[in-house]
């Protein structure tokens, strides 16, 4: 049962993330966090890996009191002192969790076996773009599915408890940072983000006894390319144990067998009035672009978001340039998203083997892309496997004509809004037809942009995702689970 709020303090919210990288998902949680109304919820944040140089949202955290853990570089204590840690956690569990627990036993000898066989000690860390869609379903509907009873709880003979599982050496260090943070903070909620967050927040719902959200980070598709197949067999098997699950794909939720009720739309992904404020300077956002990238003021520019991985897509906008800069000789394509240096130099050979690398640009990762979007003519929506994300909304909201892939995904937003065009998956000729068609619209495809600008300001502001977000915090936390 939960204790209820007093009517001076907030709720709080401990969320369980990888890392805090470039992606969607750590954005997303970014805004979430600066987005919330203090007075009603505050938020904590906790990662699974420490900082290894590449949490490019960890100093905002950190700036406004949600990020408690050591900067890259910094001493991040002793390790004895987290394993003593992780021992005391252990030791102080209630005794009714000091028993085998075999899904959770499971859920961490997968992850340990399909992910790194060769080692127990080193989880992968992967990163990926969480997806967004628009679905009407309210957020504030409160969770019918049930925890699982004591009886199903004792029914399970393993020789691993639950204390022994702790000290195994995959989470240990993680599952210190967590119970310091629990101490810390002494969170209403537990929010589960990503990979690993999904059984770590399993482990923190049953020992700390707090409701746990878990935002699906992908579509399954995506998961088996970077090798994390394994995720969506654990929804299916412990999705009992998860309160609600929040996702952009709702069906392959149901396909695993969770409940309707347990699950809620991640929508409205858009800062709205940010937008507004980059749309309000576009011509000075259009010259000093230009001039940075050493391109004529009058150039076209075919904007890509997202990382340079292939499920992203972009060797097809790279085949698609030959014939692009054919018919608009001015146009230039920026691609802007972290990538290793095998990624980079593919797409850069590429460019040069078909004699449009004057015409490619990989700025790498941009913390502030909005810049970007208000100085491009036309966005490619590229990814094999999903199809309207964030990155894409956020072309919407600048009033970009888009031409993208039909990936038949549920998320769909441009076939519907009208917004831009879809061509065959994986064809690039088809993608360069339909682009230089838009841009030979006398317009050059405002008027289909600004359909999408309008669908944005209508649904996927995101101060209205965050605020129904923190009704469900608030739904579940008042309403009593079985622990």
């Known amino acids: 049962m939960s204790v209820a709020l007093s009517h001076t303090r907030p709720l709080r919210v401990l969320h369980i993330i990888d890392g805090l990288g470039g992606g969607g998902a750590e954005r997303l949680l970014w805004d979430i966090v600066r987005l919330s109304d203090q007075r009603q919820v505050r ?96 957020l504030r509907e409160a969770s019918n599915g049930s925890s699982p009873s004591s009886r199903e709880q004792s029914s399970f003979e393993d020789d691993v408890t639950l204390q022994e599982l702790i000290m195994e050496g995959v989470y240990a260090d993680a599952v210190a940072r967590i119970g310091q943070e629990y101490v810390r903070f002494r969170p209403d909620v537990i929010h589960g983000h990503t990979f690993h967050g999904f059984t770590l927040g399993l482990f923190a719902k049953l020992v700390f006894k707090r409701p746990v959200v878990y935002f699906i980070p992908a579509l399954f598709s995506q998961l088996e390319d970077v090798e994390m197949g394994w995720l969506p067999r654990q929804y299916e098997r412990f999705h009992p144990w998860v309160d609600r699950f929040f996702t952009a794909h709702r069906s392959e939720l149901l396909g695993k067998g969770v409940p309707a009720s347990k699950i809620s739309p991640i929508d409205g992904l858009v800062d709205l009035e940010a937008v507004e404020r ?105 990814p094999v496997y999903e199809s309207d994300n964030l990155s894409s909304y956020q072309a919407m909201a600048m009033g970009l004509p888009i031409v993208g892939f039909e990936t038949g995904r549920e998320a769909e937003l ?68 079985e622990q």
Not at 109 to 138: F, G, M, Q, Y
Not at 303 to 326: D, I, Q
Not at 347 to 372: K, Q, Y
């Open 43 to 138: 938020h904590a944040v906790v990662t699974v890996f420490p900082d290894d140089g590449s949490f490019v949202y960890a100093e905002r955290l950190r700036s406004v009191g949600a990020y408690h853990q050591p900067a890259a570089g910094a001493d991040a204590g002793n390790a004895s002192a987290d394993s003593g840690l992780a021992h005391i956690i252990g030791s102080r569990l209630p005794s009714s969790l000091k028993r085998p627990l075999k899904p959770l036993r499971d859920a961490a000898v997968s992850l340990r076996n399909r992910i790194n066989p060769a080692s127990s000690l080193s989880p992968s860390k992967p990163e990926l773009s969480i997806e967004a869609t628009n679905d009407s379903a309210s």
């Open 414 to 481: 441009t076939g519907k809004v009208g917004n831009g065009m879809l061509v065959p998956l994986r064809d690039a000729v088809a993608l360069s037809c339909a682009a230089e068609q838009i841009l030979r619209l006398p317009d050059r495809g405002r008027a289909l942009g600004e359909l999408g600008a309008a669908y944005c300001h209508a649904h996927l502001d995101s101060r209205r995702f965050v605020s129904m977000l923190v009704d469900a915090y608030k739904a579940l936390h008042q309403s009593p689970c």
């Open 278 to 382: 980059v749309k309000g300077e576009r011509e000075r956002h259009r010259t000093e672009i230009r001039r940075a990238l050493s391109i004529a003021k009058d150039s076209l520019i075919a904007l890509s978001v997202g990382r340079l991985h292939s499920s992203k897509g972009h060797e097809y906008a790279v085949e698609a340039l030959p014939s692009l800069t054919k018919a608009f000789p001015n146009l230039h394509w920026i691609a802007i998203g972290a990538g290793t240096l095998s990624e980079r130099r593919a797409l850069e050979e590429r460019a040069r083997a078909l004699s449009v690398s004057e015409h490619a640009h990989l700025p790498g990762f941009i913390d502030e892309p909005l810049p970007f979007y208000a100085a491009a003519d036309i966005y490619l929506r590229t």
